[in-house]
């Protein structure tokens, strides 16, 4: 992969007792090397954002995060920029909680809604590529992530498959809600539930836009006649702020 190849080159130049580089040298060979597999570097210099950056590696050490660096960083900083936006937060897809910790962070006082089967995927449809997902697959303890997640106040746990379990916040508004179900049906519940929930400026981001046939397709056919555009972010996540 991609940033696999990142890592080899910057380990072979920093290692090395033969060969000896400026930082802006290894920068440069690095870059050239991941833009022939068309990737790319993304680093801050900034002294706050480089705390996100921590922050998320923290927590991939912590838990079995399934998302690069940028896509976390992009979570932490709409979190962070809704909040003069009205609304509570909501996870649908928690998995063990590295997400939602991340989302912890940034959301100050706001409420946070988490949703999960906390059992896996549920069946997949015809709409998915076949193979990619399996039923039962990204299995988590739910008392894990409480026990992860117990230091933060306000946030919400709800097990079982949505939106039967979104009963509780039927009549919630949103300011933020991050979706990483990986499947057609579930995105496209996901979408009919939030959607008419989300304030004006409230944001919708989704995991696996880019790489999942059944979420690209549930998100082009819900926003097909919708005012919003899908903004299509780096690695595999899009963006919908509700007009």
Same mark, same amino acid.
């Given at each position: 992969m991609i940033r696999d190849l990142g890592k080899k080159i910057i380990a072979l130049l920093v290692t090395s007792k033969l060969l000896s580089f400026s930082s802006n040298t290894v920068k440069m060979i690095v870059e050239y090397g991941l833009a022939i597999k068309n990737g790319g570097v993304i680093y801050y210099s900034d002294k706050d954002r480089s705390k996100v950056i921590t922050l998320v590696k923290k927590v991939k050490e912590e838990v079995k995060l399934l998302m690069e660096l940028s896509e976390a960083y992009q979570i932490f900083m709409a979190v962070k920029n809704i909040s003069k936006i009205k609304g509570d937060i909501a996870e649908v897809g928690v998995y063990k909680g590295g997400s939602a910790k991340i989302i912890c962070e940034a959301k100050g006082n706001k409420s946070l809604y988490l949703f999960d089967t906390w $059992?896996?995927? #549920?069946?997949? =449809?015809?709409?998915?590529?076949?193979?990619?997902? *399996?039923?039962?697959?990204?299995?988590?303890?739910?008392?894990?992530? *409480?026990?992860?997640?117990?230091?933060?106040?306000?946030?919400?746990?709800? %097990?079982?498959?949505?939106? $039967?379990?979104?009963? #509780?916040?039927?009549?919630?508004?949103?300011?933020?809600?991050?979706? $990483?179900?990986?499947?057609?049906?579930?995105?496209?519940?996901?979408?009919?539930?939030?959607?008419?929930?989300?304030?004006?400026?409230?944001?919708?981001? =989704?995991? $696996?836009?880019?790489?999942?046939?059944?979420?690209? %397709?549930?998100?082009?056919?819900?926003? *097909?006649? %919708?005012?919003?555009?899908?903004?299509?972010?780096?690695?595999?996540?899009?963006?919908?702020? %509700?007009?």
């Open positions: $059992d896996g995927l #549920p069946e997949i =449809s015809r709409n998915d590529e076949k193979g990619y997902f *399996k039923k039962g697959e990204f299995q988590a303890s739910l008392e894990s992530v *409480k026990n992860y997640l117990k230091k933060y106040p306000k946030v919400y746990f709800y %097990k079982g498959l949505f939106p $039967d379990t979104a009963k #509780p916040i039927i009549n919630k508004r949103f300011s933020f809600v991050n979706m $990483d179900v990986d499947i057609y049906e579930s995105t496209k519940n996901s979408l009919e539930f939030f959607y008419p929930r989300m304030n004006k400026g409230g944001i919708i981001i =989704s995991h $696996d836009y880019i790489n999942a046939v059944g979420v690209r %397709k549930a998100f082009d056919e819900f926003f *097909k006649n %919708k005012p919003e555009p899908i903004i299509e972010m780096s690695e595999s996540q899009c963006l919908i702020a %509700k007009l």
